[in-house]
């Protein structure tokens, strides 16, 4: 019954374990800076201090992350060491 007990248990972690952490990367987009998180469903965007997490979205070429932050639309896309991000259709510099 123990054994029983231990495997669900485990199992029970391993489902809220959350989405795997694939990488992360700290930017500068001219003036502003960012943090971006890179998960198996996402990215999570911090510029300012607030984070937005950002869903993938189809992209012909490179990667492409689309969510809200404080009620403004914003773009995340990387192709190789380049990424661009767009706040509310304006793009910031290109990040480095």
Do not use: R
């Not at 391993?14 to 001219?30: N, R, T, Y």
């Not at 998960?39 to 070429?61: F, H, I, P, Q, R």
């Amino acid at each position: 019954m123990k054994k029983i007990y231990a495997i669900a248990a485990t199992a029970l972690v391993a489902g809220c374990a959350g989405p795997k952490l694939i990488s992360e990367s700290d930017m500068k987009c001219g003036k502003q800076a960012a943090h971006a998180a890179f998960y198996e469903d996402g990215v999570k965007l911090t510029l300012d201090g607030k984070t937005a997490k950002l869903k993938n979205a189809v992209s012909a070429d490179g990667a492409k992350y689309e969510g809200t932050l404080d009620e403004k639309n914003v773009v995340l896309w990387n192709k190789g060491k380049k990424s661009t991000i767009w706040v509310n259709d304006k793009q910031l510099p290109e990040c480095k």
